[in-house]
């Protein structure tokens, strides 16, 4: 039987997150953004990923506020940045964000990286904003399980989602369990490698189910049961990369991916970043 996959997840709140958004790194504030977010949301994305780092967050909100899609429907997260963190740093940074925005509440706020001898503080801001309802979620991005434990053992209410690097040739299997058992929604960033899609079995795949290498790697991520952000700017990827509700992987072709992990990251060690 064909496996049908909700467009949402639900968080440890309750709170419905979308399975799919567009991803805006790298995507330049003014005509670019607003472009890739209003294209986006026709093509039914209902879920935009953006950062106080990535400089676009007031492009972001615009595109949102001009597209016709009622507020509520859409769900946008955004980021505290490295240089921002600390308790009252992390309060300011917010309402920044939060203007630059200019949507009323955040839908989920997350830590960027897990800076040390910070992100506690930080995350304790973050808890300050859910209990004010200034965002509906919280979590964070780029921890790994030892950062996971240590913040665990000190926050009040745990993180709902942490986003990562993953990717067929980063699979990250401890990790997602880890997440799992913990009722953590595991997301995962730089979903198709940047681009470096021309892998035999992605195109064996693409061949044998009809689809793009790019729907083949998103709709792996899908069912495993991950939250994914592709980014684009071209319009024709940005529907192409949501074409994938419509066809299922078989297990032993979801298998065969897994087997291309390499451990490779395409980005920062989480242990070991200098930003
Ligand atoms: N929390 C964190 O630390 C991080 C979060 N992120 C988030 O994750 C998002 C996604 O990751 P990102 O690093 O951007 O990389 P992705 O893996 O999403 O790859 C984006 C690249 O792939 C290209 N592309 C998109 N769709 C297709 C397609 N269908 N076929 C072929 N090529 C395609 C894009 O080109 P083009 O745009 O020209 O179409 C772009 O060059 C970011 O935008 C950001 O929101 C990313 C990195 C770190
Ligand atoms: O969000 C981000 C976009 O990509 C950058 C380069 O890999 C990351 O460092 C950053 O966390």
Known sequence: MKM?????????????????????????????????VGAALQAGYRSIDTASMYGNEAGVGRAVRDSGVPREQVFVTTKVWNDQQGYDNTLRAFEQSAANLGLGHVDLYLIHWPVKG???????????????GRVRAIGVSNFLEHHLEDLMGACRIKPM???????????????????????IQLESWRPLMQGNLDLPLLQELSRKYGKTPA??????????????????????????????????LEPEDMNRIDELNENRRFGADPDNFDF
């Open 4 to 36: 049908s996959i909700d467009s949402t997840v639900e968080l440890l709140n309750g709170v419905a997150m979308p399975r799919l958004g567009l991803g805006v790194w790298r995507t330049q504030e003014g005509e670019e953004v607003e472009r890739a």
């Open 118 to 132: 910070k992100y506690k503080d930080t995350y304790r801001a973050l808890e300050e904003l859910y209990e004010q």
């Open 161 to 183: 989602v942490n986003q990562v690097e993953m990717h067929p040739l980063l699979t990250r299997k401890k990790l997602l369990m880890f997440c799992r058992k913990e009722g």
């Open 215 to 248: 729907q083949i790697v998103i709709r792996w991520h899908l069912q495993l049961g991950v939250v994914t952000i592709p980014k684009s700017v071209t319009e024709s990827r940005i529907r192409e990369n949501a074409g994938v509700f419509d066809f299922e």
